[in-house]
Each structure stands twice: as structure tokens, then as C-alpha cells.
């Protein structure tokens, strides 16, 4: 019954090697997210989708592409990896939003990249 | 997103309480305060979220001035398993998309 899960927990790789990142929310949220974790443990968002649709899209090359197939995943695919690709990947999820008050994100487990 | 500042780490003995305090002197009038945790080799877990006042869950509590211009966050009798590094975060999480700005977080070791 996990909440927010990813796939691979742990991916080793070549430098130039293109690989993808699958994420996955089981709790009806409409947002997904994912950040960037980097040695330094400074946590980054990198994407930001709602249903489906691209909204933010931080500073981030082209060979990271998101997509969202439907607004239960979101998967990462970079290509041409570098080393500086090296990090933890996270994913997050969240409802849009409520009147209420503040709503929180649900992150997944993480999965951790090392570039050869 | 208001920029925090919060202590980059502390030390604490189990049974302690442990108090860490966040700045966030540009808050603004829509914004919540969020405090996150993470544990190494996990994402970061929702901890507690507070708008004025005082605000107490089972796992911790937040107090914030009239101001709003910091917050505290408090763990009360921590133990071993306390050890994480806690995000303090502020924002207008009503805006519909805005993502979490993470700040380098508060290092917590409790030591036995």
C-alpha cells in the first residue's frame, strides 16, 4: 500500500548511457513532482506536473525529459548521462490544492543514480 | 518562496527536548510554515505545518510568534531515531503548483 513508490531504488550506469526513472502515486493526487538531491544534500525541484501537463520546469538540460502517461506516474528518462547526473532522484505527489488551508507533498523513496 | 534560515546543525542526548528554530523574515501574509524530515536514504516526511500561534501533532510542536517572522520547531524526549535532518519551509501552499523550495536543513544527531 505504498503511497509513492519509484523504480529502481538503485541504478548504476555508464557515462552516456540513456536511462528512465519510473515513478508512481497510489493516492489520487493530481500534482507530481521531482527533485534533485545532490552530494551536498541540497534538495531541488527539477519538474512539476498537474494532470498530465507540464507546469514548472526548472533549470534543468533538455536530456531530462519527464512524462506522464497518466496523473498516477511520472516517469523520468535522461539521456547522454554525465557525472554530474550523479544524485538522488525523488518523486513527490499532492493533491491540487484545498481552500482549507496548506496541503502537504508525499515523497517517494528516492532513487539513487551513480554515472560511471 | 520566503528564504529561512535555520541552523545548519545540532547535537542532542535522548530524553532531551529539542528545540529548532527557523528565520523567515520576508514571510508573507499568505504563507504557511512547513517543517519537513528526512531520514539518510529516504525522501523527506511531513513533520508539521502551522499558519500563527501554536500548533501540536503527536510527533512534535510549532510555535510561531505574532510576528511570524521565525518558528520553532519543537521535539519533545528525543531519541536515537530522531536523528534526521529537519527542513523548515515557507509558502503560499494554496497557489495550487508551487513546488517545496528546500532550504539545506538542521543536521539533528541524538546521541545516546
Known amino acids: 500500500d505504498t503511497a509513492v513508490s519509484q523504480t529502481p531504488k538503485y541504478l548504476v550506469t555508464q557515462m552516456g548511457n540513456d536511462k528512465s526513472i519510473k515513478c508512481e502515486q497510489n493516492?489520487?493526487?493530481?500534482?507530481m513532482y521531482w527533485y534533485k538531491q545532490d552530494s551536498k544534500k541540497f534538495l531541488k525541484i527539477m519538474f512539476s506536473?498537474?494532470?498530465?501537463?507540464?507546469?514548472i520546469n526548472e533549470t534543468v538540460p533538455n536530456r531530462f525529459s519527464p512524462k506522464s502517461p497518466d496523473k498516477a506516474h511520472l516517469n523520468l528518462h535522461i539521456n547522454s548521462l554525465e557525472l554530474g547526473d550523479s544524485a538522488v532522484y525523488f518523486c513527490?505527489?499532492?493533491?491540487?490544492?484545498?481552500?482549507?488551508?496548506?496541503?502537504?507533498?508525499?515523497f517517494g523513496p528516492g532513487t539513487r543514480l551513480l554515472v560511471l | 518562496l520566503a528564504k529561512t534560515t535555520q541552523p545548519i546543525s545540532m547535537d542532542s542526548y535522548e530524553g532531551q527536548e529539542v528545540n529548532i528554530t527557523c528565520s523567515h523574515n520576508?514571510?508573507?501574509?499568505?504563507?504557511?510554515i512547513t517543517w519537513y524530515q528526512q531520514f539518510p536514504s529516504q525522501g523527506p516526511r511531513f513533520i508539521i505545518q502551522?499558519?500563527?500561534t501554536k500548533v501540536t501533532n503527536e510527533v512534535a510542536s510549532l510555535f510561531i510568534p505574532a510576528d511570524r517572522k521565525s518558528s520553532t520547531l519543537s521535539l519533545p524526549r528525543v531519541s536515537l531515531s530522531d536523528t534526521a535532518v529537519y527542513y523548515c519551509l515557507v509558502g503560499d501552499m494554496n497557489s495550487g503548483n508551487t513546488p517545496l523550495v528546500f532550504g539545506k536543513g538542521t543536521r539533528l544527531s541524538v546521541i545516546a
Open positions: 513527490a505527489s499532492k493533491p491540487r490544492y484545498r481552500l482549507a488551508g496548506a496541503e502537504t507533498q508525499y
Open positions: 493516492l489520487g493526487h493530481d500534482t
Open positions: 502551522g499558519y500563527k
Open positions: 520576508n514571510i508573507a501574509t499568505n504563507d504557511y
Open positions: 506536473y498537474n494532470n498530465k501537463e507540464l507546469i
